[in-house]
Nanobody
């Protein structure tokens, strides 16, 4: 079992930056892959970014809408994953969730493949 707690959300203006954190506890963090998803009011949950690692190699994937602006990373020593969000836009407004799954050879974009979820953190970007 893995417990996830997100933090770092808030209200910012368009063009600003935020860094979300996802602190993991429970089973060995090094064996899991992580993902960030978001859900805006009235919309379906959507993929934002994902990361998996094997030894010193890291593999990432991003939604087209955030590619070049967002960066996913992890700190294994702190059992924490991060989502650095730059050049934020009003359309990035949503509740952001981190998720975890047993690591395999894929960088998973489907939210249904992640069994463990955090409670979410609100990100609001004003124009």
């Amino acid at each position: 079992q893995v417990q996830l707690v997100e933090s770092g959300g808030g209200l910012v203006q368009a063009g600003d930056s935020l860094r979300l954190s996802c602190a993991a506890s429970g089973r060995t963090f090094s064996t899991y892959a992580m993902g960030w998803f978001r859900q805006a009011p009235g919309k379906e949950r959507e993929f934002v970014a994902a990361i998996r690692w094997r030894g010193t190699e890291t593999y990432t994937a991003y939604a087209d809408s955030v590619k070049g602006r967002f960066t996913i990373s992890r700190d294994g020593a702190k059992n924490t994953a991060f989502l650095q969000m730059n050049s934020l836009k009003p359309e990035d407004t949503a509740v952001y969730y981190c998720a975890a799954r047993e690591s395999d050879s894929t960088v998973q974009r489907l939210w249904g493949k992640y069994p463990y979820w955090g409670q979410g953190t609100q990100v609001t970007v004003s124009s």
